[in-house]
């Protein structure tokens, strides 16, 4: 018997022939399913084949229409020849997709919300036919990715999910998905028709009937893109300055929002404006090839394009003329169309799904919204929650109902009807800063650096770091490394033990520093609950040190594909919008306790933060 050891998406078994299949089938299933979670995998589908030995150590594939040579071919020739058994078959009630920068996922779930499966199709390995790095082309500071890339994945998906995985799509009640925030897709008026046309029937796949014909622009901006930095000052200056944009969209200008991007389209290739017949964010373009015709954009994402009004969530008049001026006789509104709320139902599958893939005809099509957004729905979190993603960058994200930027950050809607507002922080200079100084002062052990951070005081004795490798964004462009004693007196360096604390300390106080700032964490900062997830989740120390700076407990998050499993959450929640939103679940949330607060650190903590902020005031100024 041999069994692919490279085997992953799928399993094809070859055996002797006569040996038993039945039982040989059911025996393998149990034992890849068993291999695949302990590797983190999702179960693959296991399909039998049989072989007869040749003289010269190949093998003879005895399927009764092909035959293939060496095993290396073979392997080539399953991914595309795929021949199926069927071991099970999973009916999904809800499915949520991601649409990220890398790869199209699914989530399907039952109607208690259990996942079922999870499947994939990554751009770089999939359709290497795109040349695609990291899912987007990047020249310089300008990253695009192919719209027909995207609708192509969308096919394989699906053929992968039917063919492969045998998955019957009759009982989904709803779908809804997520894309990465921010980039933009220009729709021309013939394939805004072509669209409606082309899903009403299911012979031909998505690809050739839309393709590239659809769209003005084929690689479209995403939201790796830095370009815009002109743009984003001539829209603030139009609106009245920085502070003033803020306080309409909950954002400074940035050069990977919408508006901006959409703004450099206008002037310097103005005919794809003018041909643009509608323009779409990436989830909401994802969202349209499930409703057969152009999706509005949902309110998460309108709130990430600098052209949105945070508190009516209605497009704002002045932010529009400030992208498409001196166009004064234009209007940007038609062509992106009104926002609409993340959880209200936009129609029916159109007939496409129904006939190529067995959807049923009233299956619901929820908005798609920011994969940020949907990230904190698949983490079940609640008004007052801290999400903190410890990574390659710090991610800090705060669930409010206050709609009151303090000039900095993000501030997004949430695509839940409670809580109404994600204020999201993010750091460039996270996990990386730890990893040096693990690898610089603990000879890359994280033990050793644990055991370093432990060597310290809570406060460290007065000790402060802040450390920028790379160009902050909070503060903008910080960059650096800056040391000082109890005095705050500015010093050249610490010890090995004192620098570990003084960088995580210090890290966490700044985040502490910069939500201080908003007016809604004042009422819940005496003991926020904090989902953390990201490598560091593991570290003891790192955690006490964040549950007393902010004083709360900390719980951890592992939960894979967040971002997909919060789309079919808000999916189910959409066809009862009114019950409350975890009144779809059958049961309350399960969080493992990772540690408490300790009372005293919190003080001392408490007591740093006006030093804290003098230093980051005297070295970077005002935040805003």
């Not at 925030?181 to 082309?198: D, F, N, P, Q, R």
């Amino acid at each position: 018997m041999l069994l692919p050891q490279d085997a992953v998406r799928d399993v094809r078994v070859m055996a002797p022939l006569g040996v038993g299949r039945s039982l040989l089938l059911t025996q393998l299933y149990r034992m890849v399913n068993e291999c695949a979670n302990n590797h983190g995998k999702h179960p693959p589908a296991v399909h039998l084949e049989s072989y007869s030995n040749q003289p010269d150590g190949s093998y003879l594939h005895c399927a009764a229409d092909r035959c293939y040579g060496t095993l290396r071919e073979r392997r080539d020739n399953v991914r595309r020849h795929p021949i199926t058994t069927t071991m099970t078959q999973k009916t999904p009630s809800y499915l949520g997709f991601d649409f990220s920068t890398q790869q199209i996922k699914c989530v399907g779930t039952d109607e208690d919300l259990s996942v079922l499966f999870c499947h994939h199709v990554s751009f770089d390995e999939d359709l290497p036919q795109y040349e695609t790095s990291n899912g987007i082309h990047q020249v310089g500071d300008v990253a695009t990715a192919p719209v027909g890339m995207w609708i192509e994945a969308v096919d394989l998906l699906f053929e992968r999910m039917t063919k492969e995985h045998s998955i019957d799509f009759s009982k989904v009640r709803a779908l809804s998905g997520c894309g990465q925030m921010h980039g933009t897709i220009y729709w021309s008026a013939e394939g805004v028709t072509e669209l409606s046309a082309a899903l009403k029937g299911g012979d031909r796949c998505l690809l050739d009937q839309l393709g590239n014909k659809c769209f003005v622009r084929t690689d479209c901006p995403v939201w790796v893109d830095s370009t815009t930095a002109e743009q984003c000052a001539e829209m603030e200056a139009s609106v009245g300055g920085g502070q003033a944009m803020c306080h309409i969209t909950g954002s400074r200008a940035t050069e990977r929002f919408g508006g901006p991007q959409i703004r450099k389209i206008i002037k310097r290739t103005p005919q794809v404006y003018e041909d643009s017949d509608r323009i779409s964010i990436v989830s909401s373009f994802a969202c349209s090839l499930f409703l057969g015709s152009v999706a509005n954009i949902d309110v998460g994402e309108g709130s990430g394009t600098n052209l949105m009004d945070l508190r009516t969530s209605s497009w704002d008049s002045r932010c529009i003329k400030a992208c498409i001026s001196p166009r004064e006789d234009d209007d940007l509104s038609p062509k992106l169309g009104p926002p609409v709320q993340s959880y209200e139902v936009l129609g029916n599958v159109a007939t496409f799904w129904v006939e190529r893939y067995g959807f049923c005809s009233d299956c619901k099509v929820v908005p798609f919204t920011g994969d940020n957004c949907a990230s904190v729905e698949g983490l079940r979190a609640r008004t007052g929650d801290l999400a903190v993603s410890c990574g390659t960058s710090d991610n800090l994200i705060f669930v409010t109902n206050d709609i009151s930027p303090p000039g900095f950050g993000y501030l997004f809607r949430s695509p839940m009807k409670d809580p109404l507002c994600c204020f999201n922080l993010c750091y460039k200079n996270g996990s990386l800063l730890r990893e040096w100084l693990r690898d610089e002062l603990c000879g890359g052990s994280w033990a050793r650096f644990e055991q370093l951070l432990s060597y310290r005081p809570v406060g460290n004795e007065g000790f402060v770091g802040l450390f920028y490798q790379k160009a902050e964004h909070i503060p903008v462009r910080a960059q650096g490394i800056y040391l000082f004693n109890k005095n705050g007196e500015q010093i050249e360096d610490l010890e090995p033990a004192t620098k570990i604390r003084a960088l995580v300390e210090g890290q966490f106080l700044m985040k502490r520093a910069h939500l201080e700032r908003l007016s809604g964490y004042a009422r819940i900062k005496a003991s926020p609950r904090i989902l953390i997830t990201g490598g560091a989740s593991s570290s003891p120390g790192l955690c006490q040190i964040l549950a007393d700076v902010y004083n709360g407990c900390v719980y951890l998050t592992d939960i894979p594909n967040a971002a997909a499993l919060g789309n079919a959450f808000r999916a189910k929640f959409a066809l009862s919008p009114d019950q409350p939103y975890d009144s779809i679940f059958p049961s309350p949330q399960s969080l493992k306790l990772l540690t408490k607060p300790n009372p005293e650190a919190f003080n001392v903590y408490s007591t740093m933060l006006p030093t804290f902020n003098a230093i980051e005031k005297k070295l970077f100024g005002d935040l805003v």
